[in-house]
């Protein structure tokens, strides 16, 4: 294992990976990647699915079998993306059990055609939980205005749940409202809280890359490069405030877990940046990071692991916003672009996906 690694985990980091494929499961690449770099999670999106299914011949038997039968071409789509996630799944069971059920955890996306529906997430949620059927799961519904009551029902009926695609403090704290309000119902409702888990994707580059472009046109590049962190810095405090709460303390006293941040899209864009930025500089205990394979590598060969470098920092964070601020970054704007370019990404990849299905759909 590499040392680095160990590091980071014991800072109170959960290492996730950013990725799945029927390929990685078959070869025993998951198993390795768990026995050897510290990872304790997987998260998967339609773009990964996408292009799992572009690569190799992982797929082709349950495609030709799904053919056979005449499944319509959304149904087969769950089914081959439930298949591999039942079986990541269960390859992360053992460290799921040895967590207490905190981590070992795989998360699945319900259509991201959805997500301006509260009601048809909500079904879509159910019928995901459903069909994968392991207690490890976890689905990940988008933090649009439309998804937060998703999100609040999915935990009241005891369904573990990863909001996805947040970019924004305001959303954030929208998120946790919704997450306190789901336990609440579940408490309610005499559910076991403990067995409820959650996790706030909060994504760090693309923040950069979206403002780091409008610095350019501002004539500010002494900037670039400082948004993503900050202002996942920042989540982090927002998250301390609401473990502080009274709210929060009665659901803990009642079994309840944290919804802990987790920090998505980690992987570097600008190749001018340290390709481990948004792990190293975003270290604090009990956060997740879900990273692409290239950025786990990385992270392990050379990443600088020197203990707690967000709650250090919040200062320093909120003097960067108030700088972007006067340098005319428009933050508002900017949280409502990556929302909308985050659902109108992952419904391409989801359509790559159905168009992908329906050509290799041959009997």
């Known amino acids: 294992m590499s040392e680095i690694l160990n590091k980071l985990s014991g800072q109170g980091v959960a290492i996730w990976l950013d990725d799945i494929s029927r390929e990685r499961l078959r070869t025993g690449n998951l198993e390795q990647l768990i026995r050897e770099k510290n990872v304790v999670g997987v998260t998967s999106n339609p773009t990964i699915f996408a292009n799992a299914l572009s690569k190799g011949d992982a797929y082709d038997t349950q495609l030709h079998d799904l053919a056979v039968r005449g499944v319509e071409v959304g149904e087969a789509v769950r089914a ?5 996630i039942r079986w990541a799944a269960d390859v992360l069971r053992p460290v799921y059990d040895a967590s207490g059920g905190v981590d070992g955890r795989v998360s699945l996306e319900v259509d991201p055609r959805l997500a301006r529906d509260s009601e ?3 079904a879509e ?26 999100i609040t029902q999915a935990l009241s009926e005891g369904i573990s749940v990863n909001v996805t695609l947040i970019f924004s403090l305001e959303r954030y704290r929208a998120v946790m409202d919704a997450w306190l309000a789901g336990l609440e119902a579940a408490q309610a409702k005499g559910l076991n809280l403990a067995t409820i888990e959650s996790v706030a994707s909060f994504f760090v580059s693309r923040v950069d890359t979206e403002i780091d ?13 400082k948004a993503g962190i900050a202002n996942a810095r920042l989540a982090y405090a927002a998250f301390e405030e609401v473990m502080n ?3 929060w303390q009665r659901l803990r006293g009642a079994g309840a877990r944290p919804q802990r941040p987790l920090w998505a899209s980690t992987g570097v864009k600008n190749p001018e940046y340290s390709d481990t930025m948004y792990v190293d500089q975003l270290v604090a205990p009990g956060t997740v990071n879900t990273m692409p394979e290239k950025t786990l590598d990385a992270t392990a060969d050379h990443a600088n692991v020197t203990g707690d470098t967000v709650r250090p920092f919040y200062e320093q964070a909120w003097n960067t916003m108030a700088a972007l601020k006067d340098a005319g970054v428009d933050y508002d704007d900017v949280v409502k672009v990556l929302e909308d370019e985050g659902v109108e990404k992952f419904e391409a990849s989801w359509n790559e996906l159905l168009e992908s299905v329906t050509k290799n759909l041959v009997p």
Do not use: C, F, H, Q
């Open 125 to 150: 949620a159910r019928a995901l939980w459903w069909l994968v059927d392991r207690p490890n799961l976890m689905i990940k519904i988008p933090a649009t205005v439309e998804g937060l009551p998703a």
């Open 213 to 225: 472009k409008r610095l350019d046109k501002l004539g500010k590049p002494e900037l670039k490069g």
């Open 245 to 247: 709460s009274e709210r």
């Open 120 to 122: 048809k997430t909500i």
């Open 80 to 84: 081959i993306t439930t298949y591999d």
